[in-house]
Structures are given as structure tokens and as C-alpha cells.
């Protein structure tokens, strides 16, 4: 994280509010999915949330990884494609899940797959945002989720810390 983006920690208790209240957005949308395929790693929490709300019993797996080197930007790569069964009519009644979108990159992949599927996030970031259906809550593309699985119980700066030269 440089220096210019801000950090946004989440805690468990308040990714399971908002993933909850993800999956409460998404009842209203439709009575049943066919499926929930979530984009792992990260999507992998959420979809288990959201399953488990919206009571869907089928949720499959999409793997995509980005290779970086320290000169060039990352290549998306599919290292698990989707069910072929899942993917017929476009993904008509299909939940693409994920926890966030960010440049959108990832998001642009899942979604060629599974054109008519509706894509939901629990967090979206401006460059990602117009490829999502559903999301929660909207941060600034320069601000870094600190996910609590990748957190562990540390002191916090103060944000006036933080942001004083």
C-alpha cells in the first residue's frame, strides 16, 4: 500500500453485516438462484454467507489469478473454469459472487463467461463499479480493504496519524 491510499479495515462482525445485508438486497431480486459461483479466493466468504441466507445449495467455483512482476502489470489467468452445465443460457439464474471489484479486470472476465448472470459484491470501487449489479457499499478507488482474514488483532494508527505529514 503506498502511502496515498487510504486503509479500510473490516472486521468479521462487520463483513457479516454487510454480507448479510447483500444477500438481503439480492432476495428482493429474485424468488430462487439456479446456482451461486463465486470467485475464489474472496468471493468464497461472502458466497457462503449469501447460500446460506438465501438458502441456495448449489455454489460452485470460478479461479482466476493475477501473476505480477515488479515491472509490468498483472496477467489474469483462469486456473478454474465453470461447470459447463452453469454456463448454458448465458447464466440466466445464476449469483456471481464476489467480495469486491476493484479495477473491474477480474470482474470484466466472470462476467463474459456468464453474461447474463447477475453479479454481486459486497464492496465495489469506481473502475469495477459499472460491472456489478449489486453491491453494498462503494469505496474510493484509492483506498485498500484490509479483509479480516488477512488481519490479524494488531493496534490501529489513528486515522489523524495516518493522514498528517
Known amino acids: 500500500m503506498s502511502s496515498a491510499e487510504k486503509s479500510f479495515p473490516v472486521s468479521w462482525d462487520q463483513f457479516h453485516r454487510d454480507a448479510r445485508a447483500l444477500a438481503?438486497?439480492?432476495?428482493?431480486?429474485?424468488?430462487?438462484?439456479?446456482?451461486?459461483?463465486?470467485?475464489?479466493?474472496?468471493?468464497?466468504?461472502?458466497?457462503?454467507?449469501?447460500?446460506?441466507?438465501?438458502?441456495?445449495?448449489?455454489?460452485?467455483?470460478?479461479?482466476?489469478?493475477?501473476?505480477?512482476?515488479?515491472?509490468?502489470?498483472?496477467?489474469?489467468?483462469?486456473?478454474?473454469?465453470?461447470?459447463?452445465?452453469?454456463?448454458?443460457?448465458?447464466?440466466e439464474g445464476i449469483l456471481i459472487v464476489d467480495d469486491l471489484t476493484d479495477t473491474g479486470k477480474t470482474a470484466g472476465i466472470v462476467r463474459a463467461m456468464l453474461p447474463k448472470a447477475h453479479f454481486a459484491t459486497v464492496y465495489a470501487k469506481p473502475k469495477g463499479r459499472p460491472l456489478v449489479d449489486t453491491f453494498i457499499t462503494e469505496v474510493s478507488q484509492d483506498t485498500w480493504i484490509y479483509f479480516p482474514w488477512d488481519l490479524g488483532l494488531s493496534f490501529q494508527a489513528p486515522i489523524g496519524k495516518e493522514t498528517a505529514g
Do not use: F, M
Open 24 to 91: 438481503w438486497r439480492l432476495s428482493s431480486q429474485r424468488a430462487e438462484w439456479k446456482a451461486i459461483v463465486c470467485i475464489t479466493r474472496g468471493g468464497l466468504v461472502p458466497a457462503a454467507i449469501i447460500a446460506r441466507e438465501l438458502g441456495t445449495r448449489l455454489i460452485e467455483t470460478v479461479c482466476v489469478a493475477s501473476y505480477h512482476e515488479y515491472t509490468s502489470q498483472g496477467e489474469l489467468k483462469v486456473l478454474k473454469e465453470i461447470n459447463p452445465a452453469l454456463l448454458a443460457d448465458g447464466g
